[in-house]
């Protein structure tokens, strides 16, 4: 509650807009890594192509509302459900695939998607990227409130990431969420337990899609221009980066996760040049002194270090 | 019709054949022993009747389903009722106790992830009737699994272990619960309680199919005894009888 209200009294305290522009990267990146985190941590699969679902938001909003003129309200639930469909898409076939050969092909898909944008001149006008998105607008008719400060669209993000720790924390407690961690920790196991592996490693990744889908129509309006430049494999591997940082399937942890990896650099901004040496550094010190990650449970593994 | 039907079960792994022609009728709920020399296929046996590993050929029936069980998927197999613990103990480690136990009723709930999402009230009633039940089924073990239902799985002694995996394959309401050497690791007087445990197990009506080496537990517990050999089934009978039978001694410590 009192971080909260925090949260909700954050503006009135910071006046820089650039500040401003940093914390609302910071709950963006959150939606993503919470969404990277249902496969990742959750149900214990490895996507190296998170950016991919970012995308299909992004352009989805960004398409929907220049050339056709939608609202952002209506392209927000477009958007989310084409990224639950690529993200069953790419659930599919992987199936079939465990560990490093599915990180290889979760990174291949990554990378499709970013070529498509690219390529695909009559879509997305490739690398122009499409300019110009308007800003989404709140109310019927003659009372419409634009959302095009940077306090209002702090606090649109703020929903979102509400939205989605709320949401994460519901599937986490129910039956759902026990059979993705059951995967997780044994599947042959799980398998026999009574879990239908196929279908709750799709529901995994479209669920995590969705989140992913949701911070792209974020991203599309905020930024008001969206280029494949955004969605690159950089991009995903960021995302990677902050649930393992955080601790792999705590929520907490990745959202502490997503402000350090996302604030620190900012504050280290005169450092610039040496931000991803850096970043390099600090993952190989976590991995080797706190591998669980900073808020994660001690995990089984470690009871057999030498 | 038997409650459970098995004929010429068959599975090679390459070259080796570890299933061979296998025959097995429980005709109701017993507690059936199955012993036999390392690599003799009883565990193979359990890998195929859950669906863990694929059979060559064969048939298995149990009583109420028409079809070959071994056309159905993995998942499958729960919900028509055969459950199993581990040779090589494999409890969910990282999950606490308790989740462990829930995973186990799998089949036997419904939420989906719209209701988990909007918190229906169905999905709620659901959360409240698996706790309660798998609480219920831990109870069985007295106090040793309850007293630690929030710990991780991992920090369970060998023993407690093994209890867990055994209350994790019973919630599901199984009328066949396949035992893989629930005793091994345990002390004299932890098994004695296994068999008293499983012994009240069987009075609620579950058949029992229990792989042992230790002789003596299989004969307080097991009313019908298999001996297999080299995958095929040599010899069945009460305890005494398979003991003592030549080519149950003959498979154990060869022929002169």
């Not at chain 1, 807009?17 to 149900?43: D, E, K, Q, S, W």
């Not at chain 1, 560990?99 to 879509?123: H, K, P």
């Not at chain 1, 610039?272 to 593994?301: H, T």
């Not at chain 2, 494999?90 to 036997?108: D, I, K, T």
């Amino acid at each position: 509650m009192a971080i909260l209200s925090a949260c909700a009294a954050l503006p009135f305290v910071i006046h820089s807009n650039y500040a401003m522009r940093v914390i609302i990267y910071i709950g963006l990146y959150i939606v993503l890594a919470l969404g990277l985190n249902v496969v990742m941590g959750f149900t214990g699969l490895l996507n190296i192509g998170h950016a991919a679902f970012y995308a299909t938001g992004a352009y989805t909003t960004a398409i929907l509302m220049t050339s056709w003129g939608l609202s952002f309200w209506w392209t927000l639930p477009i958007g989310m459900a084409l990224g639950g469909l690529l993200g069953m898409a790419i659930g599919f076939p992987t199936l079939r695939l465990r560990d490093d050969y599915l990180a290889m092909v979760t990174l291949g898909f990554g990378q499709i998607v970013y070529i498509v944008a690219n390529n695909w001149m009559g879509l997305t006008r490739g690398p122009r990227g499409i300019p110009g998105i308007p800003e989404p607008r709140i109310g019927f008719a003659h009372w419409q409130v634009a959302i095009d400060s940077y306090t209002s669209y702090y606090y649109l993000i703020l929903f979102f990431v509400l939205v989605t720790i709320y949401a994460c924390i519901r599937v986490r407690d129910s039956r759902v969420g026990l059979a993705w961690m059951a995967i997780r920790e044994d599947e042959d196991v799980a398998a026999v337990m009574g879990i239908n592996l196929g279908f709750y490693k799709t529901l995994a990744f479209a669920f995590s899609a969705v989140l992913g889908a949701l911070a792209g129509s974020f991203f599309a309006v905020f930024q008001s221009f969206v280029s494949p430049n955004s969605f690159t494999i950089l991009e995903s591997v960021i995302i990677v980066t902050i649930p393992i940082l955080g601790g792999l399937g705590s929520l907490p942890g990745t959202i502490v996760g997503a402000v350090l990896m996302i604030g620190l650099p900012e504050v280290f901004r005169a450092a610039s040049e040496y931000r991803m040496v850096a970043v390099g550094a600090f993952m190989v010190l976590m991995m080797v002194f706190k591998p669980e990650g900073l808020f994660g449970k001690k995990l089984f593994q470690q009871t057999y270090k030498a | 019709m038997a409650l459970l039907t098995v004929k010429s079960l068959t599975k090679r792994f390459g070259g080796l054949t570890a299933l061979d022609g296998f025959d097995l009728e429980v005709p109701g709920s017993e507690i059936l022993g199955i012993i036999g020399p390392n690599g003799s296929g009883k565990t193979t046996f359990f890998n195929v009747l859950t669906g863990m590993v694929q059979a060559d050929l064969g048939e298995v029936y149990v009583e109420g389903v028409k079809e070959n069980l071994l056309m159905k998927r993995t998942h499958e197999i729960i919900a028509l009722g055969i459950s199993r613990t581990f040779q090589n103990q494999r409890p969910f480690n990282n999950l606490s106790v308790l989740e462990n136990v829930m995973v186990g009723a799998h089949c036997r709930t419904r939420t989906g992830i719209f209701s988990a999402l909007l918190s229906l009230p169905g999905a709620g009633k659901e959360r409240i009737w698996l706790r309660e039940r798998a609480l219920e089924t831990m109870a069985l073990f007295g106090d040793r699994l309850l007293s630690m239902k929030d710990n991780p799985a991992w920090t369970l002694s060998y023993a407690n272990r093994r209890r867990l995996e055994m209350a994790r394959a019973l919630v599901s309401g199984p009328r066949i619960i396949l035992l893989d050497e629930p005793t091994a690791g345990m002390n004299p007087a932890e098994s004695q309680q296994m068999i008293d445990t499983i012994k009240s197990v069987n009075r609620t009506g579950i058949a029992v199919l229990v792989i042992e080496h230790d002789m003596n537990f299989v004969r307080r517990l097991c009313q019908r005894v298999v001996a297999m050999d080299y995958g095929q089934k040599i010899v069945e009978g009460t305890f005494p009888e398979v003991r003592n039978h030549p080519r149950v001694i003959e498979a154990y410590l060869g022929k002169d």
